[in-house]
């Protein structure tokens, strides 16, 4: 089955805002969709149906552990993967609770 993805203002913000810094990420972000529309639940379990997904930036020269991490939420009943939020592991260490909370308010859930 192929699934729809979506991606939230929050996401899209974030994203320009690491593409700028490092140019590989559009092309693996495109590789994380396409493989999104077939395994909506890629990634770790954080709860919710939301699910952090590691990603190797080549641009940045390392590998999946300092890279950046995608937060992505599967709605069953639309079979739609939202992309909530993206971060630069070396910015960011993780999620709080708190916060997946509101990036969930952006999709009405």
């Known amino acids: ?27 693996e972000l495109f590789q994380l969709v396409q493989q999104l529309k077939d395994n909506p639940k890629l990634g770790t379990a954080i709860g919710g149906e939301c699910y952090k997904i ?13 890279g950046a991490r995608v937060i992505t939420n599967f709605v069953v009943t639309d079979n739609t993967v ?5 971060y630069d592991k070396s ?9 997946l909370k509101e990036l969930l308010k952006c999709i009405n859930i």
């Open 82 to 86: 939202y992309l909530l939020y993206i």
């Open 54 to 66: 590691r990603i190797s930036v080549a641009s940045k020269g390392k590998g999946n552990s300092s």
């Open 1 to 27: 089955m192929n699934y729809n993805v979506k991606s939230t203002n929050v996401f899209e913000r974030q994203a320009k805002r690491l593409i700028k810094k490092y140019a590989s990420l559009k092309q």
């Open 91 to 99: 910015d960011q260490e993780t999620l709080s609770d708190k916060e």
